[in-house]
Every structure is written in C-alpha cells, then in structure tokens.
C-alpha cells in the first residue's frame, strides 16, 4: 500500500530556511500529483504546493509563492518542500499527500493518500 512519511520539521527562527522530504513507497508514482498540505491550530488544513511526478510542473498557494520550491525526486521516491524565509504564519504541521491525477488539485479532500505530518514552528 501507498505510504508516505514526512521528515525534515523543528523549531527556526523568523527568516530561516527548512527543507521537508516526504519519502513515498508502495507504488509506482507515475502519473499522481505530489501536495504540501499545512495545518495550522484551530484551522482547516490548507494547500501549500503541488508537483507533477512526472515531468516536475508546480503549483504554489499565493502565501507561499517566491519562498517555498516543491520539487521530486523521481530516483529516490522522495518529494522535497524547501522552505525559505520562513514567518511566524508558516508555523503548522505539514503534510505531505499522493493522489493519481493531473488537475492541479487544491482541496485536501481529493487526496486519499497522506502522511503522519510534521512540525514546522517559527518563532518571531
């Protein structure tokens, strides 16, 4: 079965950089779309980015646009989010998620697949 596990999280300050890998197995990933979800305390879970396995085309929410990269590694199974400027409102988990498809899909609701999550805390 599809697994994903999210690593790369912790506690930065304002302006930093993180890099998140999200190791994915179980299948062959051709073909899906590869998203960063982010959930804050007391918010929805929200859209970050999203990859094309195949091919590498990108897609960003507009907080995040010209700061955070979304890229695959098609080689070793792994989605990279490289986090760059980092502000106190990135602070959240984030999730890493695999749906077959090519929409550029946004609601975290398509997604049937997903991992375990990891912190991401910036301090201001």
């Known amino acids: 079965q599809v697994q994903l596990v999210e690593s790369g999280g912790g506690l930065v300050q304002a302006g930093d950089s993180l890099r998140l890998s999200c190791a994915a197995s179980?299948?062959?990933?051709?073909?899906?779309?590869m998203g960063w979800f982010r959930q804050a305390p007391g918010k929805e879970r929200e859209f970050v980015a999203v990859?094309?396995?195949?091919?590498?085309?990108?897609y960003y929410a507009d907080p995040v646009k010209g700061r955070f990269t979304i890229s695959a590694d098609n080689g070793k199974n792994t989605v990279y989010l490289q986090m760059n400027s980092l502000k106190p409102e990135d602070t959240a988990v984030y999730y890493c998620?695999?749906?077959?498809?090519?929409?550029?899909?946004?609601?975290?609701?398509?997604?049937?697949?997903w991992g375990q999550g990891t912190q991401v805390t910036v301090s201001s």
């Open positions: 179980g299948r062959n990933f051709n073909g899906f779309e």
């Open positions: 990859v094309k396995w195949s091919g590498g085309d990108t």
């Open positions: 998620a695999a749906r077959y498809g090519s929409a550029w899909t946004v609601n975290p609701q398509s997604y049937p697949y």
